[in-house]
């Protein structure tokens, strides 16, 4: 059974930082690109960064020099560094792995992320 659970959601003050963290499981790992997407109340999912299994990653524009993604295969966990973060960011924030070998996509069940004074 294939599992990717969120967690390191939560409030923050606008400037502030938090780490989201993604515990992968029931799948290789190391042969999956991951990603973070996130959804705003009333918006559609967008997507927040990706990386490969060899660690090239790609941001979206608004939030590209702010979040930082990163992932320790060893520990089948990728995570999402954010900074500077604004009202802007407040998101359910959802962990995401596509196959790279075999045509299959999961998705997590998502943390929430809220920016407000």
């Known amino acids: 059974q294939v599992q990717l659970v969120e967690s390191g959601g939560g409030l923050v003050q606008p400037g502030g930082s938090l780490r989201l963290s993604c515990a992968a499981s029931g799948i290789i790992f190391s042969l999956n690109y991951m990603a973070w997407y996130r959804q705003a109340p009333g918006k559609e999912r967008e997507l927040v960064a990706t990386?490969?299994?060899?660690?090239?990653?790609n941001y979206a524009d608004s939030v590209r020099g702010r979040f930082t993604i990163s992932r320790d295969n060893a520990k089948n966990t990728v995570f999402l560094q954010m900074n500077s973060l604004t009202p802007e960011d407040t998101a359910v924030y959802h962990c995401?792995?596509?196959?790279?070998?075999?045509?299959?996509?999961?998705w997590g069940q998502g943390t929430q992320v809220t920016v407000s004074s």
């Open positions: 990386i490969s299994n060899t660690g090239s990653t």
């Open positions: 995401n792995a596509k196959g790279m070998v075999l045509n299959y996509e999961y």
